[in-house]
Structures are given as structure tokens and as C-alpha cells.
Nanobody, 119 residues
Framework: QVQLVESGGGLVQAGGSLRLSCAAS????????MGWFRQAPEKEREIVAR????????YYGDTVKGRFTISRDNAKNTVYLQMNSLKFEDTAVYYC????????????WGQGTQVTVSS
């Protein structure tokens, strides 16, 4: 069982930066790939980024490539999402999730944190 708690969301002007954190409970955090997703009002949830259990592999959605960076600290049971050059269209609720290594689907989800980018 893994419990996930996101933090770091807030209101930021376009062009600014935010760093989201996702703290995980449980001793098996380092065995999970981790992902960040987002969902804007009236839009489908989309994947933002994913990182392998070791941190050696990352994946980014096309809309955030070059602006967002996912990272993790297994010693702290935490995954991060550094968001730079934020745009109005990045406004959404951001969720972190845990997936068994190599498995596309996610088993555990956080409650989400709101990111609002003002234009």
C-alpha cells in the first residue's frame, strides 16, 4: 500500500515557476515508477511526466517537454515536478501516481494539488 500526498500548488503568473512535491508513505516507494498527471476543467486527464523507479528513465508529455522536469529522491520517498515557463494552459489539478515498474497502469493516486497560472 502506498499513500501519496501532493503539495506545492498555487497561483503563479505566466512565465513563472512552481515545484510540486509528492510525498509517499510505505517502504516500497523505490520499487514504483512515479507519474504526474493533470486535469483541467472539462478536459480529460493527461499524463505530464513519468520517472522510473531508479530515476534513470523519464518521459514527458509533448505539451510540457523542455519546460517541466520530473525527479525523485528515494531516500525521502518524494517525487518532484519542477515547472518552468508556465503558461495559462498549464492551469489544472495536478496528481501524482504510482505504478509497478514497467506496468502502464497506475495503482495509487494522490488527492491532487491545484495549479493556477494567470495570464
Amino acid at each position: 500500500q502506498v499513500q501519496l500526498v501532493e503539495s506545492g500548488g498555487g497561483l503563479v503568473q505566466a512565465g513563472g515557476s512552481l515545484r510540486l512535491s509528492c510525498a509517499a508513505s510505505g517502504r516500497t516507494f523505490s520499487s514504483y515508477d512515479m507519474g504526474w498527471f493533470r486535469q483541467a476543467p472539462e478536459k480529460e486527464r493527461e499524463i505530464v511526466a513519468r520517472i522510473s523507479w531508479s530515476g534513470s528513465k523519464t518521459y514527458y508529455g509533448d505539451t510540457v517537454k523542455g519546460r517541466f522536469t520530473i525527479s525523485r529522491d528515494n531516500a525521502k520517498n518524494t517525487v518532484y515536478l519542477q515547472m518552468n515557463s508556465l503558461k495559462f494552459e498549464d492551469t489544472a489539478v495536478y496528481y501524482c501516481a504510482a505504478a509497478r515498474t514497467g506496468v502502464p497502469s497506475y495503482d495509487y493516486w494522490g488527492q491532487g494539488t491545484q495549479v493556477t497560472v494567470s495570464s
